[in-house]
């Protein structure tokens, strides 16, 4: 029992010692980033997403996307993240501070979305692979989200966002109706598109081999 007070102090200290570690030097470090302009004159960069984009981010963390496709491209030296086109340069911790709740995950099962906006989206495409992955990319693991969409009658014509299905498949709407999003898939697919790295920060410039050539 006499032992107590320095137990107690012992884990506290420790405990203490962690959380200044951890979070008081990174919110040193990292705390006072501000968007920034490269060039005087410039837009300022990162920029905040608002609107449909802001709901499809509430979708997309819904859905569980992040628990198999990261937000994070590594750069060049570390992996071959910008080799595979998955965007023209590293992220930095600039990129992430004006969002409340950072999407970096953990596990890639599917692709690094960060730069996936800049990817030229074929978005009829990317509705079919949300509504099942497998008619589009025959082995892909990721699970379909059929309920993200709904099957409707025709109007006077085919919605501009109506899913055209592989002749054959089993998914093929009655005749006269056609299988189109939701709101949420709308939202969710804005938000895909919002996610661009397509600017240089002073800290994080685009690699040699994807900076865009000059006209």
Known sequence: MKNLPILFSGIFFA????WCGLI?????????LQPVAVDEGDPLYPQAISGLAAQ???????????????????PDGVGADIARGWGKRGTVPRDYILQDRVLLGSLRNGPDLADVGDRNLNTHNHFLH??????????????????????????DEPAPHALKFP???????????EVVP????????EYLHSLKIDYELPEAKF???ATPAKP
């Open 24 to 32: 008081l030097s990174a919110n040193l470090q990292y705390g006072a």
């Open 182 to 189: 939701t709101e949420r898939a709308l939202a969710l697919m």
């Open 130 to 155: 949300l509504y099942d992955a497998r008619l589009v990319t025959p082995d892909s693991n990721m699970p379909p989200f059929k309920f993200l969409f709904r099957t409707q009658k025709i109007g």
């Open 15 to 18: 405990l203490a010692t962690s």
């Open 56 to 74: 499809g981010r509430q979708v997309y963390l819904q859905m569980g996307c992040i628990n198999c496709h990261t937000q994070q491209i590594r």
């Open 167 to 177: 002749d054959g498949s089993p998914d093929m709407p009655p005749a006269g109706y």
């Open 207 to 209: 690699a040699p081999a």
